[in-house]
């Protein structure tokens, strides 16, 4: 099997770990950044990349909420014990 180049669609999406509550069994460390998009899940863990999912489609396919910076989106991992925060940021690509 060939090893397949994430497509580069719509806008980049940067992930930034801001918090941890207690231990993420994924290894994730405050301050961590990486790129993901609908086809990249950027080794993120299976259950966090489910919820924030719809997130990232929204920011890198140009959508927003009509409060706040229509760029940025925080998201929460959905292990309560050991609670990630993150921010989504919606990085336009250079044309």
């Not at 994430?6 to 941890?20: D, K, N, S, W």
């Not at 790129?35 to 489609?57: K, L, N, Q, W």
């Amino acid at each position: 099997m060939t090893q397949r180049q994430p497509l580069a669609i719509g806008h980049r999406v940067e992930c930034a770990i801001t918090e941890i509550k207690g231990n993420c069994s994924w290894g994730h460390q405050v301050g961590d950044k990486f790129e993901v998009s609908t086809h990249d899940t950027a080794g993120m863990c299976g259950f966090f990349y489910h919820d924030v999912f719809p997130r990232i489609m929204m920011l890198q396919f140009g959508g927003g909420f009509p409060w706040g910076d229509a760029d940025v989106s925080r998201v929460e991992c959905p292990d309560r014990q050991n609670c990630v925060k993150a921010e989504l940021r919606r990085i336009p690509r250079a044309t």
